[in-house]
């Protein structure tokens, strides 16, 4: 029989992803403050818990998936938390983006407890949640990593072993440290390019069959942003966080980020604007504000 799964942050991301659980026959209990998301999935099957230490009590592995460090801390070992409720043997997943020392102070916490705990922060955004295609990058125990793979494979497309717990969190963060330059840098050159007289679409093909292509201009300004679409997606609140981690984790390192400092700026500066909930594709739309030129597809 699979393992029945208690799922915790049933927001853009963890939405989708139980919905394919659901899908894929795992036996589901699913939990959030915001009761709202909960009813499509109620209405699919899934038993809505009362708390963190209700799902976590009837659970063999229960899910993480929340918005910072903070919050993940609460869920686990907080108040009628995931540790009140799991029983030993239970395995703790947490798939938010958060700090390293986070997870590995909780993991910590929760083996002598008998709980193991795997840190899988995601990659792909609310599209690769939908479709099934999201970057899973592991960190914690092999063996408990191997028993979870199937897991893992039910929402995403490539799942990578990491490293010890925490591993998974530096890759993400790192992911996302390039990520959020790309898209600074990626509508930095084509609102100049436009601005000096050349054609959008000259110059997102000739882009993409060069060098200068990347994700953030195929998938989030490609699909998004050059079609005047600014809503999430991905939000700046979020890329502006995970800099923020970035910059934890280069401060704790003793590491200069040069670059990434002024991408996690860049991006306070919209946070601190209003634009938080929009999609971070939006530093095209402040770009073309600036420089008085329209990137649309």
Known sequence: MKEKIGFIGIGTMGKPMCLHLLKAGYPLMVFDINPKPLEELKAQGAPVGQS????????????????????????????KGVIEGARSNSIVIDMSTIDPSVSRKIAQVLSPKGLKM??????GGQMGAIAATLAIMVGGEEGIFQKCLPIFQTMGKKVIF???????????IMNNLLAGINMIATAEALTLGVKAGVALKTLYDAINASSGQNFAMQNYCGAKAFKGDFEPGFMTALMYKDLGLAMNLAKEEGIPVLIGGLSHQFYSSIVASGLGQKDC???????EDLAKVKLRL
């Open 118 to 123: 795997l840190d899988a922060p995601v990659s």
């Open 281 to 287: 594709s939006i530093t095209v739309k402040l770009l």
């Open 52 to 79: 963190g230490k209700e799902v976590a009590a009837q659970s063999d592995v229960i899910i993480t998936m929340l918005p910072n460090s903070g919050d993940v801390e609460k869920a686990i070992l907080g108040e």
């Open 162 to 172: 990491c490293g010890p717990i925490g591993s998974g969190e530096i890759v993400k």
